[in-house]
């Protein structure tokens, strides 16, 4: 080496030092890169993009190859500048402590961080280009690698951590997904992107999370008086109506009102005529989830469900409309549906409801309130209080400010809200 002039050992130097920032950056690009989007572009025949899965795949060789020519090309760059500090220092006791700060500094500027950052920052971009490059030189260097595998494997074994092999380690899981949507921005538009969220929840949320509670339930008692029943139905919004007798709770029937039509007008409804057209009554487990219930819905040719709990007693009613707008928001124009949509007053406060759905009220008006016991505000703040609150009674609930308004009946009928504080 002594043999060749300085100017020559200097750029023979600048060249070590750009191989070894390619390793450095290519040991930060592969591992860095997109898996998902290599994948996608491996399936429209990218070259580029099957060579990186390729070399993912192979985890322990690729990383072996890039730190194998990276250890040697550093330290053949340390030994130059060593004969270059000897070349025009002599000597001198701190020549070689000058040339070991000296090759250190290039190496963290020029061969570390300068192409680590850089990789970082086009991981993408780089990988389909760069794995072209490592390809080759993981077939030539395979024996080197192979033999230094040999006994990295083993030291793993006995930390006991178990390389994962191919990308099949590197799927998303339902969190990351969610994650994934929530960062798309404008790629992906924002009624969409509330769809998406809402399917994270399926397995999540139950029938009993969306029914219409049974106090809620329109229902007529063929034990009343008939023209009671005529004036109900002949006023009654509902396509469906939930036929009791006696007990509001013994159930006997759905009648679709439909199906009364002609009968209406000629006159011809009776009692008799109401049993006749009844269908049998659906019902539906308050623990099962609303996918599962989709699904059921579409088995059964149902539309609709009577909720029960565990002792059978009827806790609610769920339709098919209901599972749809839980995933795609509220779409209809129905009676009961005017005005629940919820926004904060310019006093920063909301009058609300007892009886909402928690997970509808968190959803608009950006709340976090608990959602795994009670599923309506009324039960939330009941089961907060251990006790039904008198009017003017004001609780705190996950940080968010409550004044009662209004209880009747053993419930709470109104509660203004007012808006967390932000942090």
């Given at each position: ?54 070399l993912l795949s192979k985890t322990d060789q690729l990383l072996g190859v890039i730190l194998l020519g990276n250890t040697l090309i550093n330290s053949l ?161 509902h396509t469906r109506v939930i036929v009791s007798e006696n007990d509001p709770m013994n159930v006997i029937g759905i009648l679709r009102l439909r199906h ?11 009692l008799g005529s109401l049993r006749e057209r009844m269908t049998e009554p659906y019902f539906i487990p308050a623990a099962t989830p609303i996918y599962t ?131």
């Open positions: 080496m002594d043999e060749l002039s300085l100017s020559t050992q200097f750029i023979t130097l600048a060249i070590l030092l750009v191989v070894s920032g390619f390793f450095s950056m290519a040991e930060t690009v592969m591992m860095a890169s997109n898996r998902i989007r290599l994948r996608h572009l491996s399936k429209e025949n990218h070259r580029g993009a099957r060579l990186a899965l390729e760059a340390a030994m130059l500048t060593a004969n270059i500090a000897l070349m025009i220092f002599g000597e001198e006791k701190w020549t070689l402590e000058a040339g070991a700060l000296f090759v250190t500094f290039c190496l963290l500027v020029f061969s570390e961080i300068t192409p680590k950052v850089a990789g970082a920052m086009h991981s993408d971009w780089l990988a389909i280009r760069i794995s072209y490059a490592l390809t080759p030189l993981l077939r030539i260097a395979y024996p080197a690698v192979w033999f230094v595998n040999l006994f990295v494997k083993p030291l793993l074994r006995l930390l006991n951590l178990h390389s994962r092999q191919g990308t099949e380690g590197h799927h998303l899981t339902a969190e990351e997904l969610r994650a994934v949507v929530l960062d798309s921005g404008q790629f992906i538009p924002i009624q969409h992107r509330s769809i998406l969220l809402n399917l994270f929840e399926l397995e999540e949320v139950t029938v009993a999370d969306i029914m219409t509670p049974r106090g809620e339930i329109e229902s007529i008692d063929l034990a009343a008086p008939f023209e009671d029943i005529m004036a109900q139905l002949a006023t009654s919004y009364l039509l002609g009968e209406a007008f000629n006159s011809e409804i009776s219930q989709l699904q059921f819905f579409r088995e059964n040719r149902q539309r609709l469900g009577l909720v029960v709990d565990e002792y059978g007693e009827i806790q609610g009613l769920v339709t098919l409309e209901d599972i749809v707008e839980a995933l795609v928001g509220k779409f209809t124009t129905r009676q009961a549906d005017v005005g629940v949509r919820l926004q904060w007053d310019d006093d920063s406060t909301v009058l609300v409801d007892g009886g909402m759905n928690l997970r509808e009220l968190n959803r608009q008006l950006g709340l976090d309130l608990p959602v795994d016991g009670p599923r309506t505000l009324n039960g939330l703040i009941i089961e907060h209080l251990q006790d039904i609150p008198e009017v003017g009674v004001g609780i705190k609930v996950a940080d968010v400010p409550m004044e009662i308004i209004q209880t009747q009946d053993r419930k709470i009928k109104r509660v203004r809200l007012h808006m967390p504080a932000q942090e």
